[in-house]
């Protein structure tokens, strides 16, 4: 039974948050928790949280630090878990852990390694998604995988709602891996270090391009929201969009970015391909809910530009 074994957890909020939780509930027995460096914006607040929930803070400077080393050590981990982690763990570390670190990758390995998955997969047009629990080594995410489940992927879904399935999914699949471990059936597979891969790139630049096709606009307001969200501009204002439609209407005459369609409910934007239709913004420093309130109070006309 894994309640048997001396867990170490290690992560940083908002996944840390779901799997250290459900982790409590199932009556892991969490004999440390590492969270971020003190500099770190969640440094505080996870702290307190761990500490409200009766168990052993880990505060470190360094990871490769002697005095975090002995201190691991001092634990006797059998296994450490880690949900959300933006530090590569040093060998000297690794090797604190018998049973090893099993990471919680929140993608279906080799495919989508890197910092944001939730928001590639989107992008791309995937159809499905999952989690990988790998063994951790020096690198990020090119571990052995030991369990691997997914999911598939709605056309409705966000960033925030892959966070949040694949976050459960996650959590469920720890304690099974912890299970398997405790009665040696933990299997493991290398994965390929050769291939074309599809990496899950940082998004740095939440502008809507107007020279990509409608299709490609929605899935990236999906993508970005809500933790990102997706900007343009209208009369030099800042629109934040929260969710859209696509068409595949074409309408010729106009430059990508322009309004070509007005109703009382919509405004129709012309792309590369299609017709990008807001549905949900935020117009400068006021909350619109609907693009009705804007088309009523902006009242926008036709020819006019997004993103100028």
Known sequence: MYKDLRVLFIGIPDMAYVCLDGMVKANVNIVGVMGAKKNHITY???????????????????????????????????????????????KVLLDCVKGGFINTHPALLPDYRGPNPYSSVIINDEKETGVTLHLMDEEFDTGDIVLQK???????????????????????MLLEALELFSIGKLERRKQPKDGNFK????????????????????????ALNPFITTRTTFRNIQVT??????????????????????????IYVKTQKGLFVPTSIQFGGFFISSV?????????????????
């Open 44 to 90: 505080y607040t996870f702290k307190q949280h761990v500490l409200s929930l009766g168990l052993n803070y880990i505060d470190y400077d360094d990871l490769c630090e002697d005095k975090l080393i002995e201190n691991i050590k001092s634990l006797k981990p059998d296994i450490a878990v880690v949900c959300s982690f933006n530090y590569k763990v040093p």
């Open 150 to 172: 997914a999911i598939p992927i709605m056309s409705t879904d966000t960033m925030g709602t892959l966070f949040n399935k694949l976050n459960v999914l996650g959590l469920d």
């Open 199 to 222: 990496y899950a790139k940082k998004i740095d630049d939440n502008t809507l391009d107007f020279n990509k096709s409608a299709k490609y606009l929605e899935r990236f307001v999906r």
């Open 241 to 266: 969009v929260f969710s859209a439609e696509a068409t595949d209407e074409d309408v010729e005459g106009f430059d990508n970015g322009t309004i070509v369609k007005v109703e009382n409910d919509r």
């Open 292 to 308: 009705k309130e804007f088309v009523r109070i902006m009242n926008p006309q036709v020819g006019e530009r997004l993103g100028i």
